[in-house]
């Protein structure tokens, strides 16, 4: 399988911490999974590219059957532990571990900017059933200032995948969402959950860390806070398979 480097070693090193670090998605998306997607009981849906299976609450909520795909080993074995009982495969975007035609809807929460490739496309539209709908989903802050050329959902390469072969048009909803907690978990962590920043030698985080805790201990809106909110959008998009 092939998985890029930041992936790899940031999210294999930073597995725990993504739980923690990263927010839910707001009530709005479930009524898009049964809508959009038409998830209810009896479909399949396929979590692509899962992680620690934090999108699983929501696809559960639909009652449909939920097969998860990760390829990196340390964050299937966080999602395994948090769902028990869920089925879960090893597998990437290019190598899905399922046969032809056999999921209602194809899933990838906070993923697919990291295989928007028309290999990975294809390999979604070879698992969907016909009439199947593809959904992507990213909980999205501000990120312009970090990340150099690691794969990110801002940068907005992963449209020029679209309109694509075999798939109708794209469509697009977004909803308000905050994550709110200790600024620990909401500030350090979140930043901790990043790949670029988790996949360095613990020093170099160490030193990352210490800078975000003077900020905090400096800037009048988190000084002293025992809980903040960060304010986020979730942006859904969703495309059907033709034929």
């Known amino acids: 399988m092939s998985i ?8 294999a090193k930073g597995a725990a911490t993504y739980v923690k670090g990263r927010p839910d998605y707001p009530p709005e998306v479930e009524d898009w999974l049964r809508g959009d997607l038409a998830l209810r009981k009896g479909k399949t849906v396929l979590d692509l590219g899962a992680g620690t299976g934090k999108f699983i609450p929501s696809l559960r909520a639909t009652a449909a ?12 074995a966080q999602l395994v532990e948090r769902n028990p009982g869920i089925t879960a495969k090893e597998g990437s975007a290019e190598h899905i571990p399922l046969a032809g035609n056999s999921v209602d809807a194809v899933v990838c929460a906070q993923s697919f900017h990291w295989f ?6 294809a ?14 989903i990213w909980n999205v802050r501000d990120e312009s200032v970090y990340g150099g050329n690691t794969p990110r959902h801002h940068t907005q ?11 109708g048009p794209l469509r697009e909803r977004r909803f308000p969402n905050a994550h709110t907690g200790s600024p620990e978990q909401v500030i350090i962590d979140r930043v901790l959950s990043t790949s670029f920043i988790a996949a360095p ?26 809980e903040v909110t960060f304010p986020y959008e979730t942006a859904v998009f969703s495309c059907t398979k033709i034929g």
Do not use: C, N, Y
């Open 65 to 76: 059957a939920i097969i998860a795909v990760e390829p990196v080993p340390a964050m299937l």
């Open 201 to 226: 030698p613990a020093m170099e985080q160490d030193r990352v860390v210490a800078q975000i805790r003077k900020l905090i201990e400096t800037s009048p809106d988190l000084a002293g806070k025992s």
């Open 157 to 167: 390469d992963w449209r020029q995948l679209f309109p694509a072969e075999g798939f």
């Open 123 to 136: 390999e979604i539209h070879r698992v969907l059933k016909p009439g199947g709908v593809l959904g992507l």
């Open 4 to 11: 890029h480097r930041a992936a790899a070693t940031g999210f």
């Open 116 to 121: 928007a490739r028309r290999e990975a496309l």
